[in-house]
């Protein structure tokens, strides 16, 4: 009788831990799982939530206006210079992609996704420039935050090789 094997040296995504699922108990979302599978929980961490690149959000303020729309101030960093925008839209993350955009960054979200764990919130984002795509991670005490830094993560990952 034939029967299938699974070599020990040769792992399958399904048998490969997911990095995030490992530390919160909560997996990835599938696209993301399948990249990561396998990776420690500092390799997914530096990969996916750089600290540093070419763009930094050094500060923040929203400002509700009703009508589904908001005034949003960002204070960001392009290769170590502070620029501030203000920007009337539906929310942050429609208002940092367009300021982004402004400052050359033409990022351009595919796909978000939320989990709490605990007090904080993870966001996952999975975003295009340039017909090249990455995901992305953050964590943080407000979901807003997180999805803002998720952002600003995503245009790292996907910034211009100096």
């Known amino acids: 009788m034939n029967t299938l094997h699974q070599s020990p040296s040769f792992p399958h995504s399904r048998t490969r831990r997911d990095p995030f699922e490992a530390k919160y108990g909560a997996p990835l979302p599938l696209g993301l799982r399948d990249e990561a599978a396998g990776m420690s929980w500092d390799m997914f961490d530096q990969m996916y939530a750089p600290r540093r690149g070419r763009y930094r959000l050094l500060d923040w303020r ?90 600003v993560a995503a245009a790292n990952r996907l910034a211009p090789q100096a």
């Open 62 to 151: 929203l400002h509700h206006l009703g009508s589904g729309k908001a005034v949003f101030e960002a204070m960001l960093s392009v290769d170590g210079a502070a620029h501030s925008s203000t920007a009337v839209a539906s929310g942050p993350i429609a208002a940092i992609t367009g300021m982004l955009y402004e400052l050359g960054c033409n990022i351009e979200i595919i796909g978000l996704h939320q989990r709490k764990i605990g007090d904080r919130t993870a966001t996952f984002l999975h975003a295009e420039r340039d017909e090249q795509r990455a995901w992305s991670m953050a964590i943080a005490a407000d979901p807003v935050a997180s999805s803002l830094h998720a952002i």
